[in-house]
């Protein structure tokens, strides 16, 4: 089964620093390019970064740029992001995503949620 | 950046109802649009993708059309486990952008 299962998410002081992981299975995760996508509660989606199958293409969301950066290990299947000087406007559920063969978000995991709040 | 603008943003309807959602792109994304259904608590689906193609597994019911700058997602006969929010999303561009969504209530 085709599985993406994203963690890392709880609570966090404004100011701080969170990592996410986004663990694949079920499929050749380097094979694929991936995203991250967020949602603040009560609200849309929001398109957050995207990384290319090797890592060596990566773009960003305005909102996100300069404090956000995403990565991943195809050896370990793994995405990351990385994200710093966290604000209250950060508060969301962070999705990763896959681009599957139709190029469009075809595999979703389930959501980690990020609260940022003292 | 291309936004997109979905109407209505809040739709009521009742079963076995025609349903029409329509998106606005801020300029040409060509065929490039695509739809996903969201239900409390969960991730989005991928429902429609290239305008008008059923991603596998999903309804008939369901269809897609437009192209350009202005589309549509049409569910022909709207069935209880269709209450949900959709959301159209280009794919024209790197950034990814998604609509606000149009939540389809029970009237």
């Known amino acids: 089964e085709v599985l993406l299962a994203e963690s890392g998410g709880g609570l966090v002081q404004p100011g701080g620093s969170l990592r996410l992981s986004c663990a694949a299975s079920?499929?050749?995760?380097?094979?694929?390019?991936m995203n991250w996508v967020r949602q603040a509660p009560g609200k849309g989606l929001e398109w957050l970064s995207y990384i290319s199958r090797s890592g060596g293409t990566i773009y960003y969301a305005d909102s996100v740029k300069g404090r956000f950066s995403i990565s991943r290990d195809n050896a370990k299947n793994s995405l990351f992001l990385q994200m710093n000087s966290l604000g209250a406007e950060d508060t969301a559920v962070y999705y990763c995503?896959?681009?599957?063969?139709?190029?469009?978000?075809?595999?979703w995991g389930q959501g980690t949620m990020v609260t940022v709040s003292s | 950046d291309i936004q997109m603008t979905q109407s209505p943003s809040t739709l009521s309807a009742s079963v076995g109802d025609r349903v029409t959602i329509t998106c606005r792109a801020s300029q040409s994304i060509s065929s490039w649009l695509a739809w996903y259904q969201q239900k409390p608590g969960k991730a989005p689906k991928l429902l429609i993708y290239k305008t008008f193609t059923l991603e596998s597994g999903v309804p008939s019911r369901f269809s897609g059309s437009g192209s350009g700058t202005e589309f549509t997602l049409t569910i022909s006969s709207l069935q209880p486990d269709d209450f949900a929010t959709y959301y159209c999303?280009?794919?024209?561009?790197?950034?990814?952008?998604f609509g606000q969504g149009t939540k389809v209530e029970i009237k």
């Open positions: 079920g499929f050749t995760f380097s094979n694929f390019e």
């Open positions: 995503a896959r681009i599957g063969l139709v190029h469009t978000f075809d595999v």
């Open positions: 999303q280009q794919y024209n561009t790197y950034s990814r952008t």
